[in-house]
């Protein structure tokens, strides 16, 4: 791995290496034609050849839906450079060089913009699944002009195939271990004279691949998703479509291994767990509607408008604790509820020398969120106890009343006070006896209440209870509310000064208001014994710095605006290959940590990029080959980030939004080959480093990280291999692929890699190690093309990979929990074309 500092210093003679033998054209073909596929994308806000586009744009296409198994963002990341989706539904971060936003603020946005059938879909709703998908683009580098909102990072651009007047129609069905089932079917047909309907429906389920023998399995998948559309030519310049798409979801809870004394076992790879968590669930119910309206008022001049709706609600019920012990029992269940309005409208002028698109684009989202925190009396209890022998009248008791016993030793007093400090939880027997001694008094069974209640008035604590509440919730709650209006105009040319060189250049407005509420409403739970004068604290969302527990709506607006733009000069080498140079700057607005109420006061910071990049793309070796190869330097200012952080005062690890700077710069390939004519080799690498500055916080363990500049480099590469021999029987291809991405995770001073366990710091099995994945598909098709088969298979080398323990009890408890990478899946899929 080259270090940073040095991949600093050589990056701009590495980029000048690796463009200058592509400036000559010998490399690229000149007059044949490519024997690869032309890929057409719409990154530009109108079709075009992705080799015409001075962008570094990736494509996934159906094809490779199919031949890979993906079914979701998270499964295709591997295939494009510089693309992350980490794992979650309800909760999914994208990441475009480095840049993303993970958390569950519904107050903020991410810096990965997702477009579904040209219309915005908000963070919870850009993990639609794959099906029908005609192909996924992937837009690098801040897309501030053309696409707008929160497109910072990047755009991902999801293209689902459209009704044509040709009938076509299949059924499928992938069959896998872990009882993998997922069928899918799809009709397209004319209904009516220039009227034609397209619908797919796919139902996926699979069980879980992590055993846990105090509930529902981790992994677990129930996907039902489904989609009608009718296209309406209405004359040779009009057409019209109409949408609607369902989604109905029900997975089991986010995994959360134990790595801990309390957990089942501390070998993550044993994929076994114990977790008691209550009614785990993730679970989306979503519908949209959509209409667009495509019209060509000449021959130079056209219109797309574009309107859309979009509900949905998510449950993400999760283990906090990794344990079935309920000591120490903790769960989250983040609920949303979104409805977002999306209306865009652009006009397309296409001429001789001059192309522009130019448009303006309007959104209204309105956001329910309700985080609730559940623990036991049991738990809660745990977290008293460590409060009671921390209590400064209570030590000094103890310890005065020792030492007088001792005669005036004050090395008693210091014994006592390290006995006291042994005793873990009040309802333990052994730990009660303790206790009572160390005062002096006699032990009475724990069992009893009214004891409690003593003690409670005694040290001015409502916390203090018997065991008699024992399973009984305890619950907190955040809910907030909120209501956002985005608008934007944009307006982007390309003029061709020449045969070879054109010079594109756009710029836009972009306006965010944002209003949004927080109510706590207190702690939820029955105490029918004194102290009922006391009031009942906060345990799970106490924080010292604003945190206010009063049952009071607190409401924030705030606004921001940006103008943002780039400019773009592109250079054609040859008639199939070109080089481009640009500037463009992105926007992200500012927002409120929903987890915050300081805040209100206090917005998180709008985020802004800038971005340089030097490209080429094109056709070479007569037209076996095909490149696109990027050099990036990019600037981020107050990047916003969620951190998981323990500041003094704080009871558990919560997240929370704070700023930085970041500068990443980085080279990016992506490289098909043809070495004969029925065998494809592919490429995509990147190489990446990453200079950070971060405000100052606290981390999960409460250590304190004053925001020092850090560096990484991260390399990542995936190899695929596609053969299709010719054959007498049908048609038969084999692809493979593999992928390799090095982990930078024990650079990251927020990620813990190693807990206390028997009092001995141990490492995490698999925490740091690089991702290594093997996979293959070996299928046949009949000559008639009606019939298909293959055998495929996952993770083939069964790599196995952990991240962070993390975890909202790891430090009032020490019960850190993690995750784990997916097992070897395999399996065989069946289909049918009418």
Same mark, same amino acid.
């Given at each position: ?29 000149v007059?044949a ?24 744009v ?8 199919v031949?890979?198994?993906?079914? =979701? ?35 903020g ?10 219309s ?28 707008g ?59 879980g691949?992590?055993?846990n ?8 998948q129930?996907?039902?998703?489904g ?71 000449s021959? =130079? ?29 903790l ?19 296409n ?36 409060e ?34 042994s ?10 006896a ?42 907190e ?20 000064f ?166 990443i ?23 990446r ?46 692809y ?10 024990e650079s ?6 190693s ?19 093997l ?60």
């Open positions: 791995m080259m270090k940073p500092e040095l991949f600093k210093k050589a990056k701009l003679p590495l980029a000048i290496a690796l463009f200058a033998p592509l400036s000559t054209t010998p490399i690229f073909a007059a034609d490519s024997l690869l596929e032309e890929v057409t994308v719409t990154a530009q806000k109108r079709e075009q050849s992705s080799l015409d586009v001075p962008i570094t990736d494509t996934f296409s159906s094809d490779k839906i031949k890979t198994g993906a079914l =979701t963002l998270s499964e295709m990341d591997a295939y494009i450079p510089g693309f992350e989706a980490e794992e979650g539904l309800t909760q999914v971060s994208l990441s475009i060089r480095g840049i993303s936003s993970p958390n569950i603020s519904a107050g946005d991410p810096s990965v913009s997702t477009f579904y059938d040209d915005y879909l908000p963070s919870p709703a850009a993990t639609i699944a794959f099906s029908d998908m005609e192909r996924v683009e992937v837009l690098k580098g801040p897309q501030g002009t053309l696409f909102r929160n497109s910072a990072a990047g755009t991902l651009n999801l293209v689902p195939r459209r009704p044509s007047e040709e009938f076509d129609a299949f059924v499928s069905t992938r069959l896998g271990n872990y009882g993998l089932v997922r069928s899918e079917a799809m009709l397209n047909t004319a209904v009516a004279d220039n009227v034609y309907m397209r619908a797919n429906l796919l139902t996926n389920q699979r069980d691949y992590v055993d023998v105090a509930g529902r399995d981790s992994g677990e129930d996907v039902v998703t989609r009608v559309s009718l296209l309406w030519d209405v004359n040779p310049a009009t057409d019209l479509q109409f949408s609607v798409d369902w989604d109905r979801v029900d997975n089991s809870p986010r995994m959360a291994i134990g790595f801990s004394d309390f957990s089942l076992n501390t070998d993550p790879f044993s994929r076994k767990v114990a977790n008691d968590i209550i009614d785990g669930e993730e679970t989306r119910d979503m519908y949209a509607v959509s209409l667009k309206l495509l019209h060509e008022f021959d =130079t001049l056209s219109m797309k408008a574009v309107h859309s709706y979009r509900s949905y609600e998510t449950t993400n019920r999760e283990e906090e604790d990794g344990t079935a012990d309920p000591t120490t029992y769960d989250t269940n983040n609920s949303f509820d979104n409805d977002i309005s999306y209306t865009e409208i652009q006009f397309n002028y001429a001789d020398k001059l192309n522009a698109v130019f448009g303006a684009n309007y959104s209204s989202e309105r956001i329910y969120q309700n985080v609730t925190a559940t623990a036991l009396a049991d738990s809660a209890m745990r977290v008293t106890t460590s009671v022998i921390k209590n400064p009248i209570l030590r000094a008791q103890i310890e005065q009343g020792a030492i007088a016993q001792a005669g005036g030793d004050p090395m008693a007093g210091i014994y006592a006070l390290s006995l006291l400090d005793i873990d939880h009040l309802w333990d027997q052994g730990d009660w303790l206790f009572n001694s160390l005062l002096g008094q006699p032990s009475t069974p724990p069992q009893v209440g009214p004891v409690y209640d003593g003690l409670a008035q005694q040290l001015g604590s409502s916390m203090i209870y018997g065991t008699e509440y024992a399973g009984q919730l305890w619950q709650s955040v809910t907030n509310n909120g209501d956002f209006v985005n608008y934007g105009f944009y307006a982007d040319a390309e003029y061709a020449t045969s070879k060189f054109r010079l594109s250049a756009g710029l836009r407005y972009s306006y965010d208001e944002k209003e949004f509420s927080w109510l706590v409403p207190g702690v939820e739970f029955d105490r029918e014994t004194v102290p009922n004068t006391l009031p009942v604290q906060p345990l799970i969302f106490r924080v010292e710095d604003g945190y206010l527990v009063d049952n009071v709506t607190r409401v924030a607006k705030e606004d921001w605006d940006k103008v943002t733009g780039r400019l773009v000069g592109q250079y054609d080498i040859t008639d199939q290959a070109m080089v481009f140079l640009s500037y463009a700057t992105g926007y992200k607005s500012g927002g409120f940590d929903s987890l915050n109420q300081a805040s209100a006061e206090n917005p998180v910071k709008p985020e802004s990029v800038e971005n340089i990049e030097l490209g080429v793309k094109g056709d070479l070796f007569d037209g076996r080959g095909r490149i696109q190869l990027s050099y990036f330097d990019m600037t981020v200012d107050d990047r916003q980030r969620s951190v998981e952080t323990l500041p003094p005062g704080q009871t558990n690890a919560l997240p929370r939004l704070i700023n930085g700077d970041q500068s710069d980085g080279v990016e390939l992506t490289f098909d080959w043809l070495p004969r004519d029925d065998v494809r080799l592919g490429l995509v690498t990147t190489v480093d990453t200079e950070s500055q971060w405000e100052t916080f606290y981390n999960a363990e409460g250590e304190f990280q004053d925001g020092k500049e850090s560096g990484s480099t991260d390399t990542a590469y995936t190899v695929t291999f596609d053969w299709s021999p010719e054959v007498s029987f049908g048609s038969v291809s084999l493979a692929d593999y992928i390799f991405a090095e982990n930078s995770d990251d001073p927020a990620l813990i890699g807990v206390l366990i028997d009092g001995v710091e141990t490492p995490v099995p698999g925490f740091g190690e690089d991702t290594k994945l996979n293959a598909r070996l299928s046949w098709m009949s000559n008639d093309e009606h019939y298909e088969a293959a055998l495929w298979g996952q993770n083939l080398l069964e790599n196995e990979v952990t991240d962070s323990v993390g975890g909202r009890t790891l430090n009032v408890y020490g019960t850190g929990y993690l995750n784990i990478s997916a097992p070897r899946t395999f399996g065989v899929d069946l289909r049918y074309n009418f």
